[in-house]
């Protein structure tokens, strides 16, 4: 139908799915999201209240307002949303980012992890939930959301990843950092921490590299005398 026809129809029957969810498409295809945005909002009232019609024109609201920028705005029709109706995993993910944007990033991750949930296909709530690891200094956990979402997303579109290898960069490089302030604590426990191997002079770099290899030894070790172990038991 075009759009005048649904408009038509809308006007006749205010609220109609019929109508409403056809011209919904049509305008978010068009990315028309003011006037997506103020006709939704003209027929909200007209929805039943609590059903998977309202979810659906709540999301619709949210999604419109967030395109938009209006984060603040879309947190509570997205809400509203995903309490009436919790098993579309797009509101969920529309929540998180709402909550990532407005600071609340506990919420965040748990809306972009149920989004995964409900759609394991679908990879930008894995990259969104990796970056709020690498935000909140947690980068083995940031590692194992953007390395998911990384192969997901080569499955679906191997010629756009680059935002999935740009942030794993990023945490492989956060937790080097985080390693290399670790080994120096435990080489001197009484300076300020680490934060950048600059900071070290010529021979603490070579202090730090010699620790760090002998680290690594031990654990070659001890995983070699774990199977040796197992060899002798068998």
Known sequence: MQKATLLAGLKANPGDP???EPLGHLLETEQAWDELLEIFKSHHSSVPS???????VLYMLGKASVELGSMEAALPWLERSVQIRSDFPYSHHLLGRCYRHVGRLDDALKAFQACTQLAPEFPWSLLEA???????GEP?????????GLDRQRQQHPADTQLFEAAITQAEQSLARQQLAALAAELWPDRPALSDLKELNVLDQYRLSLHRFRRLLDRVESVSGEQAGTERST
């Open 18 to 20: 019929i109508f409403l």
């Open 50 to 56: 609590g059903t998977h019609q309202e979810a659906y």
């Open 130 to 136: 990796g970056e709020i690891c690498l935000q909140r």
């Open 140 to 148: 083995k956990g940031s590692l194992q959301f953007l390395r998911s």
